[in-house]
């Protein structure tokens, strides 16, 4: 599928244009704020090709689309104006509100830069690595100019944070962006470094040095976006252009570097601090719960909470002794993933979990823990357990990182310090824990998929070699009242494409299945949502209510049947409730397969249109009535 086209049925089934408050995307999902989530159509987007997961988590509507995030977020920047922020947009829902809202803002704020601070990491790290063995040195011009390009995100990072939180708040950027420029205005800059006596009209002012700072900017956009909002409804449409931001810089660069700038630098440092402290008291121990924890953070969002600390003791304190042990567990569920690929007899689920392994070793583990780890169970558990051993190993070892990025194999420069201290041991963490990980998958093991699918097949084979090599002609009778539709416009493509045999579908009225014959129910599932009826001549009936029903997990369907009853022709076998299945965002369509046409030269469809329950549905022909005669 085409960016493009994914892109279109992401905007229409997320409920369209304008139920879209925001988008920003991080390295694999898509991060949606809707007006109104009822409005989306979370079970259609699951099933949708190019999506692997879709989560609810901080306020957000996330549609994980992996790698390719970027173009699709381009694509529907190209076909609608939710990426436009001069748009007129619809009142906004009420904003999440506890750690659901906390959440919410900061991925907003920061999802937008995490790929340009891993690259700008990624370069800063090689260069601690060319000067630490000698390759380059760093009073030589080249170094100085790499330099510049690695750490200029860094210094100004109070300017790109003021553009995301202005456009998270919904204020005007570019004065959130002059409002940054002044805390790192070179003759703010020098009165801090020459410690110079400073107030405004007489107020002490307390100077801190705001490069790569987060909080306090984001601060003062926060308060300066309410401010504005204010302004705005207040004067007169004639001046509010110029003095709404007039106020706003007199205002806010004052009160920022007198109050949010010191306040917002203190809370940062205690934070880090703690976690410093933590890390200190027991390395091992710290490591091992980072290591555990960190993907379980990743999947509730609530991961971002710790993102700022991150950058924060880069900044303060040029290392961070926190987010290695979190590289643990990005290569614990790579060890997974590829635990699952070496023991799975699935070979789509092959194929899956070795493109997931290959993704995951840089960084991106979406695709190896929703679809493939976490669906499976055991697998995560294994990866949780291969994290925690490997970030006690890390933890113990005392790496730091001294750049921000995204742990994978590309960004272990980063962790390269002076003399390379520390380093050895990251190595060996993330070794043994993807080691472990592949191991205890491996020895675990997990319900493939592929193993109920032999067992299906077998058993139909022995069945076809015990009654349908002498299949007669047959009648089947309409199980299911309703509207007669083409097989072919099943919206699942193992019933549409005939690949699952030939038959018919039905749009139910009523939610009753009958028998279709005089015989045996050979198949009854557990979730209630399918079964299968032999014939006493050998025709072998599918019916299947709905498409993806399995995912109900028996809600809405009630069996009067067990695998082994004896059935007559119209017979009630199940009943099911459309309205709650149609509410629950799944379709109720019905294919009624002929599992064993092969045996058959004809399967002609009797009815169209409107169909009634025990009306002649299918005709199936053996060809053998000549040789009879």
Known sequence: MSQEKLAKEIVELVGGEKNVESL????????????????????????????????????????????????????IGQISNILDDSSDKEKPRKAAKGLGGIIDIISSIFAPLLGVMAGAGILKGLLLIASNIGWLETTETTYTILYAAADSLFYFL?????????????????????????LIYPSIVTLKSEGTPTDFFGIPVILMNYSSTVIPIILAVIVMSKLEKFFNKTLHDSVKNFVTPLFLLVIMVPLTLLVFGPFGVYVGNGIAAGLVAAFGFSPLLAGAVMGASWQLLVIFGIHWGLIPVFINNVAVYGQDGVKPAATASIFAQTGAAFGVMLKTKNKKLKTLAGSSTLTALFGITEPAIYGVTLPLKRPFIAGVIGGAVGGAIIGQAGTLAFASGAPGLLTLPIFYGPGGQGFPGLILGIVVSFVVSAVLTYIMGFKDPVEEEIKTESTTSDQQSVRATNASDENVFSPIEGTIVELSEVPDPAFASGAMGKGIAIEPAVGRVVAPFDGTVTVAFKKKHALAVVSDTGAEILVHVGVDTVKLDGQHFVSHIKEGDRVQAGDLLLEFDIAQIKAAGYHTVTPIIVTNSANYEEVIPQATGQVHSQELLLKLSSGNDQEQK
């Open 158 to 182: 109070p300017l790109l944070l003021a553009v995301t939180t202005a456009r998270k708040f919904q204020g005007n950027m570019f004065v959130a962006m002059t409002i940054a420029g002044a």
């Open 24 to 75: 920003v995307h991080c390295a694999t999902r898509l991060r949606f704020v809707l007006k109104d989530d009822a409005k989306a159509d979370k079970a259609k987007l699951e099933k949708t090709e190019g999506i692997i997961a879709v989560k609810e988590n901080g306020g957000q509507f996330q549609v994980v689309v992996g790698n390719k995030v970027p173009e699709v977020y381009s694509a």
